[in-house]
Each structure stands twice: as structure tokens, then as C-alpha cells.
């Protein structure tokens, strides 16, 4: 059985993420997705905490039958002392195979750790992006068509586009 592993901050879970993620699963027979920079939150990059960034994405895998091949996990970031992050990967998650992964700095460290790894397909980046449905909240713009309907719902119920604008409002 292989294993792949689909990093990434998911600030928040859009379509782009869950097209990568469609396109993972039709190369492996389960995905680790570890929402990485677990430990940051309520801030402009990264509004919702790790265990918010789980439940969207549990969300999703739910409504799509998916339960028993993705594993939603988390991993910190190392702050910097990059030759710590690939063996704290292979701690604190379950046997992968390979990963997938469009980030240089991810891809040149896996890579240096011994660990295979592939490009995902970009799919219409230049609409779904984090920061571009983070732009739109700040903004109080429509920004639920970009992402799943259930992670759409999850995020006004905890007030995540509200949180992300009084942050904007009270930037220094």
C-alpha cells in the first residue's frame, strides 16, 4: 500500500487544495495531509489554528467518502533550523512513501532528508489561493465560492473571516 504525504498551511482548505489532493490520491492509496505551522494562528498568514485548519479539511474528506484514505494530521515548524524539519516529519507522522509539495524550501529539504518527492499540478492558481480568499475576507468581499461549501459554513460558524478582519483592523 503506498503512502503519500500532501504538506501544506491550508490557511484556509480552498479548491485548489482539494484538486491537489484529488490528484494525490489518484497516485497513491492513502495521503497524510499534516497542516504544517501548526503553532501559529490569529494572525494575518495564518488566521485559524491548527485544530481549525483539521476540522475544515475533515469536513471535506467526510463529505467526499474519503475517510479511509486520508489521515489529517499536524507538524510544527522548526523556526528556521532547517535540519530539524525533515527529521521531525518522520517523528510525528505515520509512515509516507513519498510527498507532494510545490514549495521550494519543503521540496529542497525533503529532498536533502532522503525523501522522494513530487510537483502537484497548479490548479488555476491565479483564483484559488490562501492569501488571494484571505485578500477577499479582509476585505469583506465574496470569498465562499473558493473554497469547499463545508468549509465555506465551518469558517463564518466560527466567525473565521470576522476574526481575520479584526486582525487586518488592528495591525500595527
Not at 16 to 42: N, P, T, Y
Not at 61 to 76: F, S
Not at 101 to 127: Q, Y
Amino acid at each position: 500500500m503506498s503512502r503519500g504525504l500532501f504538506i501544506g498551511r491550508f490557511q484556509p482548505f480552498h479548491k485548489g487544495h482539494l484538486e491537489a489532493l484529488k490528484w494525490i490520491l489518484g497516485r497513491e492509496d492513502e495521503v497524510i495531509v499534516a497542516v504544517g505551522s501548526a503553532q501559529f494562528s490569529h494572525s494575518l498568514k495564518n488566521p485559524f489554528t491548527a485544530g481549525e485548519r483539521i476540522e475544515m479539511i475533515w469536513l471535506v474528506v467526510k463529505e467526499l467518502n474519503l475517510e479511509g484514505r486520508v489521515i489529517i494530521t499536524c507538524v510544527p515548524d522548526t523556526n528556521s533550523m532547517h535540519n530539524l524539519w525533515v527529521p521531525l516529519l518522520k517523528a510525528w507522522l505515520p509512515r509516507f512513501d513519498r510527498a507532494y509539495t510545490n514549495d521550494p524550501l519543503s521540496r529542497r529539504l525533503l529532498v536533502e532528508g532522503g525523501v522522494e518527492v513530487h510537483s502537484i499540478p497548479f490548479f488555476n492558481r491565479e483564483t484559488y489561493s490562501a492569501t488571494h480568499v484571505r485578500e477577499l475576507m479582509i476585505k469583506g468581499e465574496k470569498w465562499e465560492h473558493l473554497v469547499p461549501s463545508v468549509v465555506a459554513e465551518y469558517i463564518k460558524k466560527i466567525g473565521g473571516d470576522k476574526r481575520l478582519r479584526e486582525i487586518y483592523s488592528t495591525r500595527q
